[in-house]
């Protein structure tokens, strides 16, 4: 247990990687969405999808993740289990501070009214529907899946190379347009739309987090065998 909270630690060593970074486009882009809503000329309630941004940086977060301390951790004869458990608990923890800030962010709009000109930057309707108990786990589960992606994709690179990961992806880009062909051909975007929203946002939080389960163990198959 000892060198899984060492790991962790190792991981928040570099803390502009884990925190500030994903900190300060969480702010720049809460800034920049006030001030684009702030000109509009409208008293209708105004959206923004900027709030977005820190949790696909989670990707690179992931990917990052790997390739700066991997080497060093083996050098230190840390298990590849125990830096796998470790970088995942230092995922898990950016992810829960960063859906704290989402809800608390969607508990000050609704309070003010948007910020008193109708700007909702973490309050998305949709998404509040459940309350902000789901919203939150909501948005631990997209920034941890996001996570999860990242480290495999870094996984896969260091257990097979560069060539398998291009592979690899362009061969999941060609899966995902042969899913949207049959959707197509077989005009069943209606029902794949009345799934989801029949599944409403407590289904699609669960379905994240099973996605999120499936990527982070798919993670550490190649991280088995993966060579420093």
């Known amino acids: 247990m000892s ?16 925190i500030w970074i994903p900190l300060i486009i969480l702010g720049g882009t809460f800034i920049i969405t006030l001030l684009i809503h702030w000109m509009i000329p409208t008293d209708e309630p105004k959206f923004g999808g900027g709030a977005q941004a820190p949790m696909w940086y989670m990707l690179s ?35 829960g501070i960063m859906a704290v800030v989402f809800v608390i962010g969607g508990l000050l709009e609704d309070a003010t009214n948007g910020w008193s000109f109708n700007s909702y930057f973490f309050r998305l309707d949709w998404l509040w529907h459940a309350g902000p108990v789901i919203a939150g786990i909501f948005y631990f589960a997209l920034t941890m899946l996001l996570f999860s992606m990242g480290l495999f994709f870094a996984t896969v690179y260091r257990r097979w190379g560069a060539p398998a990961l291009t592979v690899g992806l362009v061969g999941l880009g060609l899966v995902l347009v042969g899913v ?33 389960v499936v990527f982070a163990t798919a993670a550490y198959l190649p991280l088995r065998r993966a060579t420093p």
Do not use: D, H
């Open 180 to 212: 949207v062909f049959l959707i197509t051909k077989f005009e069943l975007w209606g029902s794949v739309a009345g799934f989801f929203m029949s599944a409403g946002v407590t289904g699609l939080t669960f379905m994240l987090l099973g996605l999120t």
């Open 3 to 18: 060198r899984i909270g060492t790991v962790t630690r190792m991981q928040f060593v570099n803390r502009w990687t884990f």
């Open 61 to 95: 977060a992931g990917v990052m993740a790997m390739a700066a301390t991997f080497p060093f951790s083996q050098a230190m004869s840390i298990t590849r289990r125990e830096f796998y458990i470790g970088t995942m608990t230092a995922g898990a923890i950016t992810s």
